[in-house]
């Protein structure tokens, strides 16, 4: 698949990464970073599995149980007998937020089921009326959550309801309802619940809801999205709301947060609140067929790098029908909360810094204004040996203290800065096993130097378009193809320029590579490496082909890497390296990267 981009270029830099754009209502939001997703309801008992089927569609979403695996009301509720009423305690689900480091909790109050987990006068279709003894959930967690200091919302699924006739069921893409139907379910169901919701169970801190398409495309009109907006507004002022509501911010800019795709990652800086709902395996509601669990580090990762680009992260548990949550995720909870009690500082209250976001191979950034007064800039460090030295590049203040952070105290670590570099020795023993934190403080917000490739930690500069200064001239972008074996490049078909800036910290000798394919034998086609008054002619070679994956069959365009030359710095200091490509429509260069390393005397 090409893509033509000319002079369009994703904007890794943004003027100022402040989070400007936050409302009074959202500032506890972005300050606490970090909350609980709970999927429970009655799909719980049926664990991901129908009379020995499992759940039909790739997704495994248990919770879709009903209407993926097509089964009636009448023994859909027949899953209330599988519950232990006695048992199901959401103060455990509330102590285990707290454990984990999270500071709100977010419940399927109604999922696209339809069954409401608390006493609803609005609809029978409600967890009072199928359990012995009866329990209203909504009701005990919010006691909970009061107790324990916790923030409360709810997950509410307006558009989609599989039990009210009138509500959409997604079959109703066949059997088209009409819309004054839906504005029967709308007003009998959807407006009195989210009344009850909103009144019955103390402060609300945000109705989550679930349309992950603009209203236009949809059943539901502006309208009635607005006279829920304006209920929520009214009883709750404070309660935030996010952008599955469906309506865009044009329409209407009072949208809380946005909302993220399921599990779907920060790449860009935001400066609008924003969140990940994200899982500890695939299902959402419990599933008995897990068995991918992401890892503790890999979770972390997902919260600091949300947080190094202004996002929070919501992560979900699915308890079972005794209320009890799964080994997996306990075990997983009580790892992360251990090390926010520790490291925490990076995350509650830090926003991203203004370097470029991933910038560095050892790991992620944030920052934070803290009370004292100070400024710290922690470096999350995910990847990076014991007793070596971490290079940070782009930081152009020299830091006062540069702290390990570790569980009995801070170490405070040698380190040589130099204009926009700054060297870090670290000790031969990190205290953390999967996260280690060092805090940089300053005494003004330290300035930056946004144009400078990082040196990366085999003593390199790895120069790609993603990361250049400027570049001028067109180019396609070539996405990867088969896993990857056809690399993602650009097809440069005429001339294209690219400049990058780097610092160098020491006198020294490197070595300059670039990968490209390139498949005519003879042609006049070229490149030249400029740096620092130099200048490298590169002819293109024939790169050949290759067989891309251990099959014969497919065979490929080989991408291989050639020697320009090697480099001498003797100065400390920036440099700009230039790349000119010069070819023809009738000798297209494919271009990856070039790649600069530092060779040991
Ligand atoms: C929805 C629900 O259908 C699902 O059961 C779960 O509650 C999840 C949190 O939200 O699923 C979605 C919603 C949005 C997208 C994908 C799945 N999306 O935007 O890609």
Same mark, same amino acid.
């Given at each position: 698949?090409?893509?033509?981009?000319?002079?369009?270029?994703?904007?890794?830099?943004?003027?100022?990464?402040?989070?400007?754009?936050?409302?009074?209502?959202?500032?506890?939001?972005?300050?606490?970073?970090?909350?609980?997703?709970?999927?429970?309801?009655?799909?719980?008992?049926?664990?991901?599995?129908?009379?020995?089927?499992?759940?039909?569609?790739?997704?495994?979403?248990?919770?879709?149980?009903?209407?993926?695996?097509?089964?009636?009301?009448?023994?859909?509720?027949?899953?209330?007998?599988?519950?232990?009423?006695?048992?199901?305690?959401?103060?455990?689900?509330?102590?285990?937020?707290?454990?984990?480091?999270?500071?709100?909790?977010?419940?399927?109050?109604?999922?696209?089921?339809?069954?409401?987990?608390?006493?609803?006068?609005?609809?029978?279709?409600?967890?009072?009326?199928?359990?012995?003894?009866?329990?209203?959930?909504?009701?005990?967690?919010?006691?909970?959550?009061?107790?324990?200091?916790?923030?409360?919302?709810?997950?509410?699924?307006?558009?989609?309801?599989?039990?009210?006739?009138?509500?959409?069921?997604?079959?109703?893409?066949?059997?088209?309802?009409?819309?004054?139907?839906?504005?029967?379910?709308?007003?009998?169901?959807?407006?009195?619940?989210?009344?009850?919701?909103?009144?019955?169970?103390?402060?609300?801190?945000?109705?989550?809801?679930?349309?992950?398409?603009?209203?236009?495309?949809?059943?539901?009109?502006?309208?009635?999205?607005?006279?829920?907006?304006?209920?929520?507004?009214?009883?709750?002022?404070?309660?935030?709301?996010?952008?599955?509501?469906?309506?865009?911010?044009?329409?209407?800019?009072?949208?809380?947060?946005?909302?993220?795709?399921?599990?779907?990652?920060?790449?860009?800086?935001?400066?609008?609140?924003?969140?990940?709902?994200?899982?500890?395996?695939?299902?959402?509601?419990?599933?008995?067929?897990?068995?991918?669990?992401?890892?503790?580090?890999?979770?972390?990762?997902?919260?600091?790098?949300?947080?190094?680009?202004?996002?929070?992260?919501?992560?979900?548990?699915?308890?079972?029908?005794?209320?009890?949550?799964?080994?997996?995720?306990?075990?997983?909870?009580?790892?992360?909360?251990?090390?926010?009690?520790?490291?925490?500082?990076?995350?509650?209250?830090?926003?991203? =810094?203004?370097?470029?976001?991933?910038?560095?191979?050892?790991?992620?950034?944030?920052?934070?204004?803290?009370?004292?007064?100070?400024?710290?800039? =922690?470096?999350?460090?995910?990847?990076?040996?014991?007793?070596?030295?971490?290079?940070?590049?782009?930081?152009?203040?020299?830091?006062?203290?540069?702290?390990?952070?570790?569980?009995?105290?801070?170490?405070?670590?040698?380190?040589?800065?130099?204009?926009?570099?700054?060297?870090?020795?670290?000790?031969?023993?990190?205290?953390?096993?999967?996260?280690?934190?060092?805090?940089?403080?300053?005494?003004?917000?330290?300035?930056?130097?946004?144009?400078?490739?990082?040196?990366?930690? =085999?003593?390199?500069?790895?120069?790609?378009?993603?990361?250049?200064?400027?570049?001028?001239?067109?180019?396609?972008?070539?996405?990867?193809?088969?896993?990857?074996?056809?690399?993602?490049?650009?097809?440069?078909?005429?001339?294209?320029?690219?400049?990058?800036?780097?610092?160098?910290?020491?006198?020294?000798?490197?070595?300059i590579d670039t990968s490209y394919?390139?498949?005519?034998?003879?042609?006049?086609?070229?490149m030249?490496v400029?740096?620092?008054?130099?200048?490298?002619?590169h002819?293109?070679?024939?790169?050949?082909?290759?067989?891309?994956?251990?099959?014969?069959?497919?065979?490929?365009?080989?991408?291989?890497s050639s020697?320009i030359?090697?480099?001498?710095?003797?100065?400390?200091?920036?440099?700009?390296?230039?790349?000119?490509?010069?070819?023809?429509?009738?000798?297209?260069?494919?271009w990856q990267w070039m790649w600069?390393?530092?060779?040991?005397?």
């Amino acid at each position: 698949m090409k893509k033509i981009l000319l002079v369009f270029f994703v904007i890794f830099s943004i003027k100022t990464n402040c989070q400007n754009l936050v409302n009074e209502r959202a500032k506890w939001f972005v300050n606490d970073r970090f909350g609980m997703f709970i999927h429970w309801g009655l799909y719980s008992g049926a664990e991901g599995n129908w009379k020995g089927e499992k759940v039909r569609y790739d997704n495994d979403y248990a919770e879709w149980i009903q209407y993926r695996n097509q089964i009636e009301k009448s023994e859909y509720i027949k899953l209330s007998k599988r519950f232990d009423w006695n048992k199901i305690d959401p103060e455990e689900w509330v102590l285990l937020a707290k454990k984990a480091g999270m500071k709100y909790i977010t419940i399927t109050a109604k999922h696209h089921d339809g069954f409401a987990i608390w006493n609803s006068k609005a609809s029978d279709f409600n967890i009072y009326n199928y359990s012995e003894p009866k329990r209203d959930i909504i009701k005990d967690l919010s006691e909970a959550c009061k107790k324990h200091n916790l923030k409360l919302g709810f997950y509410y699924s307006h558009w989609t309801d599989w039990e009210h006739p009138y509500a959409w069921d997604n079959s109703k893409e066949i059997y088209w309802l009409d819309k004054d139907k839906f504005d029967i379910y709308w007003q009998e169901k959807v407006i009195p619940q989210m009344k009850e919701l909103l009144t019955n169970y103390g402060e609300i801190s945000m109705i989550w809801f679930d349309m992950w398409l603009h209203h236009d495309q949809t059943i539901v009109s502006k309208d009635q999205l607005l006279q829920l907006k304006n209920l929520i507004r009214e009883i709750q002022p404070n309660c935030l709301i996010n952008s599955r509501l469906g309506l865009s911010v044009e329409e209407d800019e009072d949208v809380d947060f946005r909302t993220l795709g399921d599990n779907q990652l920060g790449e860009y800086k935001f400066d609008y609140p924003w969140q990940t709902p994200a899982t500890v395996a695939h299902s959402w509601g419990y599933s008995k067929n897990e068995n991918e669990w992401k890892s503790t580090t890999s979770i972390l990762r997902s919260l600091i790098g949300n947080v190094s680009l202004n996002g929070n992260l919501m992560l979900n548990i699915g308890p079972t029908s005794d209320g009890s949550v799964p080994y997996e995720i306990g075990k997983r909870f009580s790892e992360i909360g251990k090390w926010l009690k520790f490291y925490g500082k990076s995350v509650y209250g830090a926003e991203a =810094f203004d370097l470029r976001s991933n910038l560095h191979d050892w790991g992620l950034i944030t920052y934070k204004h803290n009370k004292q007064g100070k400024h710290n800039v =922690f470096l999350n460090i995910f990847d990076i040996k014991p007793g070596n030295s971490l290079n940070v590049t782009g930081i152009t203040n020299k830091p006062l203290n540069a702290y390990l952070i570790s569980k009995k105290s801070k170490i405070k670590l040698n380190f040589d800065f130099n204009k926009a570099f700054l060297k870090i020795k670290l000790p031969t023993d990190l205290p953390d096993p999967y996260v280690n934190l060092i805090e940089l403080e300053y005494d003004k917000k330290p300035t930056v130097d946004r144009d400078l490739v990082a040196k990366s930690k =085999f003593n390199g500069y790895s120069l790609k378009l993603s990361n250049s200064k400027s570049y001028q001239g067109d180019y396609i972008l070539n996405e990867s193809k088969r896993e990857g074996s056809i690399p993602s490049n650009i097809q440069v078909n005429d001339s294209l320029n690219i400049s990058w800036k780097i610092f160098v910290d020491k006198p020294s000798k490197f070595n300059i590579d670039t990968s490209y394919n390139f498949q005519k034998k003879i042609t006049d086609g070229f490149m030249t490496v400029s740096i620092n008054k130099k200048s490298y002619k590169h002819r293109f070679n024939y790169t050949g082909k290759t067989v891309g994956e251990p099959i014969q069959d497919y065979i490929i365009d080989r991408f291989k890497s050639s020697t320009i030359g090697t480099i001498n710095f003797e100065d400390v200091g920036f440099y700009d390296i230039d790349l000119k490509i010069k070819t023809s429509s009738q000798n297209p260069l494919q271009w990856q990267w070039m790649w600069l390393e530092e060779i040991a005397d």
